[in-house]
């Protein structure tokens, strides 16, 4: 009798530990991550090594790391289905950035929206790091040779040009990286409370994902709402409320259709909408936020979780290395 040994696909993502995790990180990458570790070899990291275009202070980033990995935790991620870890616990995933340094042309780099985007945001610290951040993401996602890749909107440019270097390597040394394909998740661009950008902790217009209800009210008073309706007697618009666009991710239908029925008759207003989705948002919350205070009460399983994730990802690391080195000429290691 034959045995066949059906390979799952790979998928690989990382967030940075750059401020405590929002609602915008949950539903553009978590939930995502959540159903993607059912039907792949899924590898998640924390992207310390990314953090460090922005010169955080040491203890802040150790402090961050720890955080985001219990929200990734908190929010569903399995450490028995998904390989979870740090990536500067990997080495190999530096050693190939340089490797894919020396494939990227510059003008691939000058043409990256985002370096613009993040010079304007930290003027006083535009570091070459910040020029080639998209080679190490492209290290980061073929060291696990992954085919699959969610990614937000705004990242769509990094993994066109991760794709290109693939194709470019597998050219001159042989075919070696598959190319990454695209994964969306169902809310590819959150936008935050004030109703223009997308949400992020360094614009102010987040909401965190363990914040407590108090502060999520507190909060979502402040929110933009449909610009025209400045009373409650005013006829709103739900299509162009962010507030209501937020209740899709978070309100059962019969409640959303209820909402907007009020909403265009003017028989609901805007705090009471907001009520609505602070009580929904926190039915979601609410659980994850319990999980990580169990978290933060066993700091020890953690650790063994963040310990047991980098020793398989340098595993899977290190196998991808010995094909690279072989391949473009690298002595092996002994």
């Known amino acids: ?4 040994t059906v390979r799952m696909v790979r998928t690989m993502s990382g967030v940075q530990p750059t401020g405590n995790l929002h609602i915008g990180n949950y539903l553009g990458a978590l939930v995502n991550w959540v159903e993607l570790q059912k039907n792949y070899e899924a590898f998640f990291c924390v992207v310390d090594l990314h953090a460090l275009t922005q010169r955080p202070d040491p203890a802040v980033l150790q402090r961050a790391v720890r955080e985001v990995s219990i929200g990734i935790l908190a929010s569903g991620v399995d450490p028995e289905k998904a390989t979870l870890f740090v990536q500067s616990e990997v080495p190999q995933h530096a050693e190939l950035a340089w ?47 992954a085919e699959a890749v969610p990614v937000g909107d705004d990242q769509d440019q990094h993994l066109e040009l991760a794709r290109e270097t693939v194709r470019r390597f597998n050219f001159v040394y042989g075919e070696t990286f598959p190319e990454p394909k695209t994964v969306r998740s169902q809310a590819p661009r959150v936008v935050g409370l ?20 108090d502060e999520t009210m507190q909060k979502l008073r402040g929110a933009k709402t449909d610009p025209a309706r400045l009373r409650k007697s ?40 907001k009520r609505m989705l602070a009580a929904n948002l926190e039915a979601v919350k609410g659980p994850i936020r319990e999980r990580g205070n169990e978290l933060r009460n066993n700091p020890g399983r953690l650790d063994d979780i963040l310990a047991a994730g980098a020793a398989k990802a340098r595993v899977a690391a290190e196998a991808t290395m010995e094909l690279v080195r072989d391949r473009i000429g690298l002595r092996k290691r002994r």
Not at 1 to 4: K, T, W
Not at 100 to 120: A, E, H, I, V, Y
Not at 203 to 210: A, C, P, T
Request: one cysteine or more.
């Open 99 to 145: 490797v894919m340094t020396c494939m990227t042309p510059l003008g691939d780099l000058n043409r990256m929206t985002q370096f613009k985007d993040k010079s304007t945001q930290q003027p006083d610290n535009i570091n070459a790091g910040l020029f080639t951040y998209p080679i190490l993401q492209t290290a980061d996602i073929v060291l696990y040779r």
């Open 234 to 273: 005013d006829k709103g618009n739900p299509d162009v409320c962010n507030m209501f666009a937020w209740h899709g991710f978070f309100t059962p239908q019969a409640q959303r259709d209820e909402i907007a029925a009020g909403c265009r008759s003017a028989q609901l207003g805007c705090v009471d909408c």
């Open 194 to 213: 004030d109703g223009e950008a997308k949400m992020s902790k360094s614009k102010g217009n987040e909401v965190g994902l363990f914040e407590t209800a």
């Open 1 to 4: 009798m034959l045995l066949y």
